[in-house]
């Protein structure tokens, strides 16, 4: 049986209304958090009329799945992200096609990205991942070993490093999540106030469909919706 997306302008309402309590009981700026729609595995049209309701910003999880649904996107107005792991074979398909790959967590990936940039002659920004929780089973940097990545990218020129990313451990306790939350914002702002040559710390993106609330008390500025937004999804 086919799925329905019927419910996407409702489920966007009541996302913003949520967004926009957060915003105010933790005292952010109106303007400074980012809602991305997390498109994986949903089809060009229920994006599309994700993005006829306002949405601006997408999130792109695998290359080939992007490569498919790139030409069918109203990207008029819109910015795409890749939030996925990337293998450095696939950078060169997606170059040119995001404006941000948010998921660098090594020097070679960082490299081929900054290579496949140069082809191209563009800058593509990205962020770092940081495995917050030092989970095995996860991708993304120890927090460790954070600086001295940073100070290896920071020599690329045709990359900007613009801020961080992470996907803390799943948690049914919010306050072990907000600890991965505050852990992260201190990361944050430390490598923020160390005005590394190439590297901004101007995007912390973390938060997602369960979580989002927590993550905009702790700073983030981008938060990534699928779920919540086009309802839950079969990855079978």
Known sequence: MEKSYSNISENLKRIRFEIGESIQK??????????????????????????????????????QELLNKYDSYDKQGVAIHFIG????????????????????DSVSLAREIDRQAQKNSIKTDVLIEVNIGGEASKFGVLPQHLESLLAELSKMPYISVKGLMAIPP??????????????MHELFVDIRGKNIDNVSMDVLSMGMSGDFK?????????IRIGTALFGARDYS
């Open 170 to 183: 799943f948690s049914d306790d919010v306050v072990q999540t907000e600890k991965y939350f505050s852990a």
């Open 26 to 63: 933790y005292g952010r700026d109106e303007d400074d958090v980012k809602l991305m729609a997390v498109t994986k595995t949903v089809p060009p049209e229920a994006v599309n009329e994700a993005i006829a309701l306002g949405v601006r910003l997408l999130g792109e999880s695998k290359a």
């Open 85 to 104: 792991h990337l293998q450095s074979n696939k950078v060169r398909q997606i170059i040119g096609k995001v404006s941000m790959v948010e998921s660098v």
């Open 214 to 222: 927590e993550a905009i008390k702790h700073g983030s500025n981008v």
